[in-house]
C-alpha cells in the first residue's frame, strides 16, 4: 500500500522535524547525506559491485587486512589446497553459540533455505571445508542434508556462476549464508536455491518455490531500494508455516530495502559484537552500517508499536554483522578464508536461530517476536546515522530500528 507521494530518496522523519536526504551511490545503494558507508572504508569491500536500477545486490562486506583479505579471485582459486589454509580471526560457531546462548543441537525436522543469484559450483565443497573445520557434521547431498536447486525447483540445471566481476561476489555471498547456517543449526539441513540472475523476479521465484522443496526458514541476503510497485513481490516471500528472513542493508539509516521490507518478512538489523567482562561475556552496540528505515510504500503492520514512522520500520531483530566483528567463512573464489560482515550475516543467523526453535508456523510475521522482546537482549547503543537522535538510527531501550526488539538469547523468543 502507498502511503505517501512518491519521494524514494528524500523523506521526512516525522515527529522530529529533520528532512533526510538520501543520495545515491555509484553501485546502487544509498547513503545518508553526512554519513559515510560503511563499505568505503580502507579494511573492506562489498563483496557485490554495482547493480541496475531494480536489480538486488549482495549485502555480504568482506574484509581485506585479515588472513585471506581480497585473497585469490575468480576460477584461479579453484586449485587452493583448502587442508593447508588457517581460519581467519572471525567468529566460529562456537563464538556464535555462546554469544546467543544457543544450543549446540537441535532444529530436528528444520530445513534453511538460503537464496541466492547465480550458480556456485564450489558451493558444496566449500560448505565441507567449513563444517570440517569447525567439526560440525557432514551435511552433503549423500546423506541428504543439503540439496541445491534452481529457481524453478529443479536439482538442474543450475545456473552457470557470475559472468562478471560486479556480479561475482554472490560466490562470497552463498558460502557466507550457508557456513551461518551451519554454525547456528549444525543438525538442520540446508536447501540452496539459486536463482538465474540478481533481478527482483528471479530472486522472488526462487524465494517462492523454497516452501515446496521442504524448507521451513527462508534466509535472503540481498536488498534493493523499495518503491513503486514494491508490494507486488511481497507474496513471493510470504508462506504458511514457513519463517522468512532478509537482511535490512549495510548502508545505515535510509530508504528501506525489499524483501526486509515486506510485512510477512522478519527484517534482520546488524550490531557490532565484541566479548565483555559482563556477566553475559558479551556486549553489542547498533552497527553503523545496519539498514533502517521508514517505508513510504507499505503499511504499518498492527504489531508495530513505534510511533515516528507511520509505514513499516525496518528492522525487526539482529544479529552480528559488523565486518570488524565479523565471521569467519570459506570460499573458494575468493581464495578461501575470510572474515565477513553485513546484514548478509545477520540473516542466516536470525533463520538458523528459528530452525533450532522449531516454531517457523509461528513466525509468518515478526509478530511474534514482538511479543516475546522480553526475551531478547536488549541493545541500547550505538547509531548508523542521522535522524534527530530518534529510535530510526540511534539504539536505546526498547525498539530502535538500527537493531530492532534486540538479539538473540536463547530461543525464548522464538
Known amino acids: 500500500m502507498r502511503l505517501s ?9 516525522a515527529g522530529l522535524g529533520t528532512l533526510v536526504v538520501g543520495l545515491m551511490l555509484p553501485f546502487g545503494g544509498i547513503a545518508q547525506a553526512g554519513t559515510t558507508a560503511p563499505a568505503t572504508a580502507a579494511t573492506t569491500h562489498d563483496a557485490c559491485g554495482a547493480v541496475s536500477p531494480g536489480d538486488a545486490r549482495c549485502l555480504a562486506v568482506v574484509r581485506n587486512d585479515v588472513h585471506g583479505g581480497l585473497g585469490l579471485r575468480g576460477r584461479a ?4 589446497n583448502a587442508a593447508a589454509a588457517v581460519p581467519p ?4 560457531p562456537a563464538d556464535l553459540q555462546s554469544a546467543y546462548r544457543l544450543p549446540a543441537t537441535g532444529g530436528k525436522g528444520q530445513t534453511i533455505a538460503v537464496i541466492e543469484a547465480f550458480g556456485d559450483p564450489t558451493a558444496a565443497a566449500d560448505l565441507a571445508v567449513y563444517r570440517s573445520t569447525y567439526g560440525l557434521p557432514a551435511c552433503t547431498t549423500a546423506n541428504g542434508c543439503f540439496h541445491e536447486a534452481n529457481q524453478k525447483g529443479k536439482a538442474s540445471p543450475l545456473p552457470p556462476p557470475p559472468a562478471t566481476k560486479a556480479t561475482e561476489g554472490w560466490e562470497t555471498e552463498t558460502s557466507l549464508d550457508l557456513d551461518m547456517a551451519s554454525a547456528i543449526c549444525p543438525d538442520c539441513h540446508i536447501l540452496l536455491v539459486e536463482a538465474d540472475d540478481q533481478t527482483a523476479p528471479d530472486l522472488g521465484a526462487a524465494a517462492a518455490v523454497a516452501p515446496s522443496l521442504g524448507a521451513t526458514e527462508v534466509s535472503n541476503s540481498y536488498g534493493t531500494e523499495e518503491g513503486n510497485g514494491v508490494s507486488g513481490y511481497a507474496k513471493d516471500y510470504q508462506h504458511t508455516g514457513v519463517a522468512y528472513v532478509a537482511s535490512s542493508g549495510d548502508y545505515g539509516y535510509t530508504v528501506p530495502t525489499e524483501p526486509a521490507v515486506f510485512p510477512g518478512v522478519i527484517a534482520a538489523g546488524g550490531t557490532s559484537l565484541t566479548r565483555s567482562t559482563t556477566a553475559r561475556g558479551w556486549s553489542e552496540t547498533a552497527w ?9 510504500w507499505i503499511a504499518k503492520p498492527a504489531w508495530q508499536k513505534d510511533t515516528d514512522c507511520p509505514g513499516r520500520t525496518v528492522s525487526d531483530v539482529s544479529a552480528d554483522a559488523d565486518p570488524n566483528t565479523g565471521v ?12 565477513v560482515g553485513g546484514t548478509s550475516a545477520s540473516a542466516p543467523i536470525i533463520a538458523g536461530v528459528i530452525a533450532l526453535a522449531g516454531n517457523p508456523g509461528k513466525l509468518p510475521t515478526a509478530s511474534y517476536l514482538y511479543a516475546r522482546a522480553k526475551d531478547l537482549n536488549d541493545v541500547t547503543s550505538g547509531s548508523n546515522g542521522s535522524c534527530g537522535d530518534g529510535y530510526l538510527c540511534t539504539a536505546g531501550k526498547g525498539y530502535d530500528a538500527p537493531t530492532g526488539i534486540g538479539t538473540p538469547n536463547g530461543l525464548g523468543a522464538f
Open 77 to 80: 582459486a579453484v586449485g587452493r
Open 328 to 339: 569467519a567463512v570459506y570460499s573458494t573464489a575468493d581464495g578461501g578464508w575470510l572474515e
Open 5 to 13: 507521494p512518491a519521494v524514494k530518496a528524500v523523506r521526512t522523519t
Open 89 to 92: 580471526t572471525g567468529f566460529g
Open 288 to 296: 553503523s552500517g545496519a539498514g533502517s528505515g521508514c517505508s513510504a
